[in-house]
């Protein structure tokens, strides 16, 4: 299943192609994907790549891949999330280091969480995020999310934080 192209003020969420791997990688090479499960070798960050396309063959649903409107560079991930084993269905998100702190996260998690509640007719939504990403706390936090519970998953401690339904 191809996910849907949608749109942002700023972004275009897209499915993913493969020119989209060797930044991802590189992503997850570096210390910033810790808490995503980094830094992974590059055939570990090449099974983490294809989960996302999988995700939506699986589930009907999963991330899309983020490109700037105005450059049409690839920037990130957002949306939907939720795996065997995970706590809930998750609004997620991560962007490559150099497009941190222009808002992109927060405008492509909100696109997201409203897809989830409208097009996808979830009733609920988490954002697992590690005590450690303030700056993953803050999004989630402008999102309209609140601290539920405090968890350990395999990257360390980690608040949840419930969304409202929109």
Excluded: C
């Amino acid at each position: 299943m191809l996910p849907p192209t949608h749109h942002t003020e700023r972004l275009t969420l897209r499915p993913f192609q493969g020119s989209d791997f060797e930044p991802m990688a590189e992503f997850y090479a570096s210390p910033v994907s810790k808490f995503y499960g980094g830094p992974l070798e590059r055939n570990d960050a090449w099974r983490r790549f294809a989960a996302y396309p999988g995700h939506w063959a699986l589930r009907g649903y999963g991330p899309w891949a983020l490109e700037r409107r105005d450059t049409g560079e690839f920037i990130g991930l957002t949306g939907l999330w939720y795996p065997e084993g995970w706590f809930a269905p998750e609004i997620t998100w991560a962007l490559l280091e150099d497009h941190h702190g222009n808002g992109f996260a927060t405008e492509a998690a909100s696109m997201a969480l409203d897809l989830a509640y409208r097009d996808f007719g979830w009733e609920t939504a988490v954002s697992v995020v590690a005590l450690a990403n303030v700056a993953s706390a803050a999004v989630a936090k402008r999102l309209g999310a609140t601290v539920e519970t405090t968890t350990e998953y395999a990257y360390g401690t980690a608040e949840v934080y419930r969304h409202r339904p929109r």
